[in-house]
Nanobody, 116 residues
Framework: QAQVVESGGGLVQTGGTLSLSCTAF????????MAWFRQGPGKEREFVAS????????YYADSVKSRFTISSDIAKTTVYLQMNNLSLEDTAVYYC?????????WGQGTQVTVSS
């Protein structure tokens, strides 16, 4: 059974840093994209960043560009989201997803709370 598991959320002050990780288990597709989405209080889920395993391309939402960095390990089963200079608006549940040709797998989410 394929699954995606996130870790690394927590509480941080504004301007601080936090790193999230996401590991995909049991995915049999050779090529897929792993991405982070987030859902803040009272907001819809939104795209944050993505990593295309096939060629290493990365994409970011404008709101996190230059502050967040997505990367992958050599085995390409884990992606990391390095979050710098966090603001109150970054408070959300962060979800990792593996987007395959015919399936999409979502993690349970990890809470990131930024306090002033």
């Amino acid at each position: 059974q394929a699954q995606v598991v996130e870790s690394g959320g927590g509480l941080v002050q504004t301007g601080g840093t936090l790193s999230l990780s996401c590991t995909a288990f049991g995915i049999t597709y050779n090529h897929y994209t792993m991405a982070w989405f987030r859902q803040g209080p009272g907001k819809e889920r939104e795209f944050v960043a993505s990593y295309v395993h096939e060629d290493g391309s990365t994409y970011y939402a404008d709101s996190v560009k230059s502050r967040f960095t997505i990367s992958s390990d050599i085995a390409k089963t884990t992606v990391y989201l390095q979050m710098n200079n966090l603001s109150l608006e970054d408070t959300a549940v962060y979800y990792c997803t593996a987007i395959c040709d015919y399936d999409t797998y979502w993690g349970q989410g990890t809470q990131v709370t930024v306090s002033s």
